[in-house]
């Protein structure tokens, strides 16, 4: 099995020789290839058959908060604008009925070991409105009181204080995400989020106080006026922190697609040259720190939960990336929400007005999705294990599924070769295994046992891979 603990090797010429973009396989098959047809009749299907499994899985609920405060420039989420707190209220009356509406389609002894709230800004609800809407999850759902759960938050740390963060610590919640991006002045002002290393350090303290046993931060590169030396100064400020996680996502510029980028400057972004030594430096600079190269683009602590999971064998990767909860059945609850029961993906109305139209008719708001077939559920697996291991024991996961891989894979197989041709791979009688130069391309290894990329049947734009 690839070392975990190893650093990968990063090669800029090879890297550049692969800056092509794809899919970040937070789920197989990828969201641009779920179906209309998939409706509230199916997802109620896809959860009584789960209750019904010899061993139900456990449940993750993801609630989505789409209200921000203001506008960051980079962002490419499914948010609403506004300073009028007030305006969440109509939409937490329709959260608390798809709440009630969900919860009572899953039996009740199945335990929520997994709880995240992103958005949006999840922080946009004051205390009592957070805390109302964790007594209505509480309500409908077995919330796990187990020290092991991971509850989280996203948090925008330029609208929280200390009381807040002991307020939620004092709710249930033990984990948080900060979003930082960048603390360069110059790269904030372009991106309109503009926050001190005082006020996150003064947040991260506050947590650690209040029982949070997991702190992730959020970085991006790539985005206006970013040099190598200027993220060097932001890498040492946040290592100097001392968050548990590392989050170093390369930002994708698609002002087609996200109005909000269109503020931002073209000339100013990095080129790609830039933008590689951004990540280069990343690399070096958090892996000198201490911290473990998980994938893609997430550094965790050794003894972090996602590092431990990763040497033995259990991390898995969900919709909130990689996850020491993977195994659970995922129900999405809040506008534009995705959720995963079994074999089947299921993804909320994407605007407001269709939303509220579902619920107040007394429906669920799903309004796509997907049933997954033997081979979608077969490459699931086997993505799976590459982006979160690195490795596949062709003979194990042939006897799991019923056939012989190679055979299976044949034409899949052709496609990797020159991958590994470049060192990426190796690909042995009785495994695949991605070397310490193919850990950094591991979206490339997937892409290649993705049949969907090969039908060509969305014209969906994905971010680079690097």
Known sequence: MMNATDAPVFDSELIARYDSSGPRYTSYPTAPHFVDSFDETALRTAIRISNEEPIPSSLSLYVHVPFCFSPCFYCGCNRIITRDIGR??????????????????FDRDRVVRQLHFGGGTPNFLDLPRMREVLHVLGSHFHLSGDAHREFG??????????DYIRGLGEAGMNRMSIGIQDFDPEVQRAVNRVQSVEQVAAIMRAGRECGFGSISVDLIYGLPHQTVERFTRTLDQVIALGPDRIATYSYAHLPELFKAQRRLEREALPDAQTKLALFGRTLERLTAAGYVYIGMDHFARANDDLARAQRAGTLQRNFQGYSTHGDCDIAGLGVSAIGRVGSTYSQNARDLPTYYAALDAGHLPVVRGLQLNTDDLVRRELIG?????????????????GLRFDDYFAEDLKRLAPLVADGLVCDATDALRVTA??????????????????????????????
């Not at 590459?386 to 062709?394: A, I, N, P, S």
């Not at 130069?437 to 994905?462: E, P, Q, W």
């Open 437 to 466: 130069r193919g850990r950094l391309l591991i979206r490339h290894v997937a892409m290649c046992f993705d049949a969907y990329l090969r039908s060509n049947t969305t014209s969906t734009k994905y971010s680079r891979a690097i």
């Open 153 to 162: 938050i996203e948090i925008d740390p330029r609208y929280v204080d200390t």
């Open 88 to 105: 969440a209220d109509a939409y937490l009356e329709r959260l608390y009925r798809e709440i009630e509406l969900t919860g009572e389609l």
């Open 385 to 401: 294990e590459l982006m979160c291991h690195g490795e596949v024991d062709k003979v194990a996961f042939g006897d799991a599924h």
